[in-house]
């Protein structure tokens, strides 16, 4: 194996949330997969997100989804590692979060779906009868992301919050203004990526990365080769190696077409 694509989903592969993969960039997913080159989701959605696009994974079969939490094997439906936090260092956090940020709310997402305190507001994809209530009462599972909104504060007070209130304890980042997302220690989108491709025997300079957004930097760090898609967020465009087209004009599916005539 040559050569291995990690790339995360919303703003780089598809537009925010989609469940749909552009006809152009489906044609490029599956040229690939017919050379045998890995395309990994490397992506913050949830597992319950994740259903209509499992058919776009390819042979291999893998996918990284929460942020690095979870390596999953497409085929089996299951997961190959987990790391997540368990519920009671997980309220000590909220508690840290809810002293540090007014009006903070909380949900986390474990492997059988999103469980939200009293006034957590979901706007996408909520199943229905997600459960909800306060969170230690509802926290019984091993969380793979604890989530954070504070409806009240500007997303920079709330990152400075967050941030400040978890200090070494736990991994936090974002993907949307307004979100933050926090992982067990360590663990982000790279950390999982470096033990799949260890794997397969792959390093990071076979490693071509595409992202838009600031969790996205360790991976784009670490991978040999790496993209910003035209529209990234400024922090992302920094650490990037190239600039890919906007994610609007199918920017990854592009580059991984020009990639592709260039091996043949």
Not at 21 to 37: F, K, M, N
């Amino acid at each position: 194996m040559s050569l291995l694509v990690a790339t995360d989903l919303d703003g780089t592969l598809l537009p925010y949330d989609s469940a749909t993969v552009p006809s152009y960039t489906a044609e490029v997913l599956r040229h690939a997969d017919e050379e045998g080159i890995p395309i990994v989701f490397v992506t913050a959605r949830p597992l319950r997100w994740m259903e209509p696009l499992w058919p776009y994974v390819g042979r291999h079969g893998r996918a990284i989804v929460s942020n690095g939490a979870i390596t999953y094997d497409v085929h089996r439906r299951a997961p190959i590692t987990v790391a997540g936090i368990e519920p009671g260092p997980g309220l000590e956090l909220v508690a840290a979060i809810a002293e540090s940020v007014p009006g903070a709310s909380f949900a986390v997402e474990c492997l059988d779906g999103i469980r939200q305190d009293p006034h957590w507001e979901e706007p996408y994809h909520l199943p229905a009868g997600a459960v909800r209530g306060p969170l230690a009462d509802v926290w019984d599972l091993t969380a793979v992301k604890l989530l954070v909104r504070a409806p009240g504060s500007s997303p920079d007070a709330l990152r400075e919050g967050v941030v400040a209130a978890v200090g070494e304890r736990a991994t936090p980042t974002w993907s949307v203004p307004g979100l933050m997302e926090i992982s067990a220690t360590g663990v982000t989108k790279a950390s999982a990526l470096v033990a799949l491709c260890e794997g397969l025997g792959v390093g990071p300079e076979d490693v071509v990365a595409f992202g838009d957004m600031p969790n996205d930097i360790p991976m784009l760090a670490w991978a040999g080769t790496s993209y910003a898609m035209a529209d990234a967020h400024e922090s992302v465009r920094e650490v990037a190696g190239h600039v890919a087209p906007a994610c609007a004009d199918e920017g990854v599916a592009q580059v991984l077409d020009r990639l592709l005539t260039q091996r043949s």
